[in-house]
C-alpha cells in the first residue's frame, strides 16, 4: 500500500526553523518524483518545492526560495523540506506528495520533474500543521 506520512510541525517563533520529513512507502522509492505543498484556510494547496525522480533538480516557490531546502533520502526513503527563517505567512498545513515516475518515460524524455501542479501528483500525506508567531 502507498502511504506518505508527514512529521515535524508545530508551533514556532518568527525567524525559527523547522525540519519537515515525508516518509515513504511508496516502492521502489527512487521511482517517484516528490513535491511539497501547503495549505492556508479557505484556500487551494499551494506549490512549495518539488524535487524530481532522479534528485538532481529541485524547484522553489519564489516565496520560500532562498529559506526552505528540499532534499531525498533514497535509502532511507524520505523527503525532508528544511524551513528556516520562518515567517508569520507560512502558517500552513503543510502536505507531502508523490507520483510514480515510469523507467521508460525517462529513458524516452530524458529528464522528468520535478512537477510543480498538484494536478501532477497522486500520492497525498495527511498533511502536517506548521504555526508560526510572532
Known amino acids: 500500500q502507498v502511504q506518505l506520512v508527514e512529521s515535524g510541525g508545530g508551533l514556532v517563533q518568527a525567524g525559527a526553523s523547522l525540519r519537515l520529513t515525508c516518509s515513504a512507502t511508496?516502492?521502489?522509492?527512487?521511482?517517484?518524483?516528490f513535491g511539497w505543498f501547503r495549505q492556508f484556510p479557505g484556500k487551494e494547496r499551494e506549490f512549495v518545492a518539488a524535487?524530481?525522480?532522479?534528485?538532481?533538480?529541485?524547484r522553489y516557490s519564489d516565496s520560500v526560495k532562498g529559506r526552505f531546502t528540499m532534499s531525498r533520502d533514497n535509502d532511507k526513503n524520505t523527503v525532508d523540506l528544511l524551513m528556516n527563517s520562518l515567517e508569520r505567512e507560512d502558517t500552513a498545513v503543510y502536505y507531502c506528495?508523490?507520483?510514480?515516475?515510469?523507467?521508460?518515460?525517462?529513458?524516452?524524455?530524458?529528464?522528468?520533474?520535478?512537477?510543480?501542479?498538484?494536478?501532477?501528483?497522486?500520492?497525498w500525506g495527511q498533511g502536517t500543521q506548521v504555526t508560526v508567531s510572532s
Open positions: 506528495a508523490a507520483v510514480y515516475i515510469d523507467p521508460k518515460r525517462v529513458a524516452w524524455e530524458g529528464t522528468v520533474g520535478p512537477f510543480t501542479s498538484a494536478n501532477e501528483y497522486d500520492v
Open positions: 511508496v516502492r521502489p522509492f527512487f521511482t517517484y518524483a
Open positions: 524535487v524530481n525522480w532522479s534528485g538532481d533538480t529541485i
